[in-house]
């Protein structure tokens, strides 16, 4: 695919049941959500003020440095989707270590019917790790933590 020098983009693809890749968009801006946060926390490289920097053509201005992306932590982040139903209560804290930040979405007394989003979700993680796999695992667990201490009526 053709990507101009100066650009962010993101692609949603998701795996099926089947194990099937379904593409659910690819659009012309850096991800949404927390998504530039958490990258700027991890490796201290702003997405928005590179491209400024890039597209005005004033390299000396940039945060990017030699090696710099080249570390050994990996990161990723989930969003808890919710069950149907309503909300009796949500946890306040998360017992793992390796959770960076934690931010509930959710409250008591709210309803929830069928998923409309990509974004409907009750909470987010950010975890960390040494490898994908690990960051894989991790975020399996918060996520079955939360389904299992998000109460529901």
């Not at 850096?30 to 390299?59: C, M, T, W």
């Not at 409309?116 to 960051?135: L, P, Q, R």
Request: charged share 20%.
């Amino acid at each position: 695919m053709p990507v101009e020098k100066d650009a962010i983009f993101h692609i949603e693809v998701f795996e099926n049941s089947a194990g099937q890749l379904v593409l659910c968009e690819i659009a012309c801006r850096a991800g949404g959500g927390r998504i530039v946060p958490l990258i700027e926390h991890n490796s201290h490289i702003n997405l928005y003020k590179e491209l400024l920097v890039h597209q005005i053509e004033r390299d000396e201005l940039s945060d990017l440095r030699e090696g710099q992306m080249h570390n050994d932590k990996y990161v990723g982040f989930v969003l808890t989707a919710p069950r149907q139903g309503t909300v009796v209560a949500a946890p306040k804290q998360v017992p793992f270590e390796y959770v960076d930040d934690y931010e509930i979405y959710t409250q008591a007394g709210t309803v929830y019917g069928v998923p409309n989003s990509s974004v409907f979700a009750t909470a987010f993680f950010d975890v960390h790790g040494s490898s994908v796999d690990e960051v894989s695992e991790k975020l399996a667990a918060v996520d079955n933590w939360m389904q299992h201490n998000l109460a529901y009526q």
